[in-house]
């Protein structure tokens, strides 16, 4: 049967909601599954970046439905920094719910900054945060299947 009539659907235009999903196995470390959702699942971005005027201009831009900018264009690093710092930042999308589920026999542990342990759950857990804004996640636990939700 084919997907109805306006498929797929617009993205609501006062409310942004990130789609990630991502299931996968475990090893020791956290670097193995670290996932930023900014750029891990394609289509979970659901923000469009606004165009990048350069100073002094006066040509008109035109905006579009709702954009919403998830970072600084390339051309605004700061040149004024010094040498290591005039990177511009990574983009960033921040989820607000979260669910991470342990699949696997063993002990799952997820941490939202690759190092220190900020989760753990048993053998067929799973957890749901609710108003948890993070952008990004790394699990780790040997051979344990996962999965993680975020919107």
């Given at each position: 049967?084919?997907?109805?009539?306006?498929?797929?659907?617009?993205?609501?235009?006062?409310?942004?909601?990130?789609?990630?999903?991502?299931?996968?196995?475990?090893?020791?470390?956290?670097?193995?599954?670290?996932y930023?959702?900014?750029?891990?699942?394609?289509g979970?971005?659901?923000?469009?970046?606004?165009?990048?005027?350069?100073a002094?201009?006066?040509?008109?831009?035109?905006?579009?439905?709702?954009?919403?900018?998830?970072?600084?264009?390339?051309?605004?690093?700061?040149?004024?920094a010094?040498?290591?710092?005039?990177?511009?930042?990574?983009a960033?999308?921040?989820?607000?719910?979260?669910?991470?589920?342990?699949?696997?026999?063993?002990?799952?542990?997820?941490s939202?900054?690759?190092?220190?342990?900020?989760?753990?759950?048993?053998?067929?857990?799973?957890?749901?945060?609710?108003?948890?804004?993070?952008?990004?996640?790394?699990?780790?636990?040997?051979?344990?299947?996962?999965?993680?939700?975020?919107?």
């Amino acid at each position: 049967m084919p997907l109805p009539a306006g498929w797929p659907p617009r993205p609501a235009t006062d409310r942004r909601s990130i789609r990630f999903f991502k299931a996968g196995t475990g090893t020791a470390d956290f670097a193995d599954n670290a996932y930023l959702f900014s750029d891990s699942v394609t289509g979970a971005n659901t923000f469009v970046p606004l165009p990048y005027v350069q100073a002094g201009s006066n040509t008109p831009v035109t905006l579009g439905g709702n954009p919403s900018g998830t970072g600084q264009n390339m051309n605004d690093a700061n040149l004024l920094a010094a040498p290591g710092a005039q990177e511009v930042p990574k983009a960033m999308i921040w989820c607000q719910t979260m669910r991470v589920c342990n699949d696997g026999s063993g002990v799952l542990e997820f941490s939202f900054d690759g190092t220190n342990v900020h989760g753990q759950l048993k053998a067929g857990e799973s957890v749901i945060y609710r108003v948890r804004f993070e952008a990004g996640i790394a699990l780790r636990g040997n051979g344990n299947a996962f999965r993680v939700e975020a919107w």
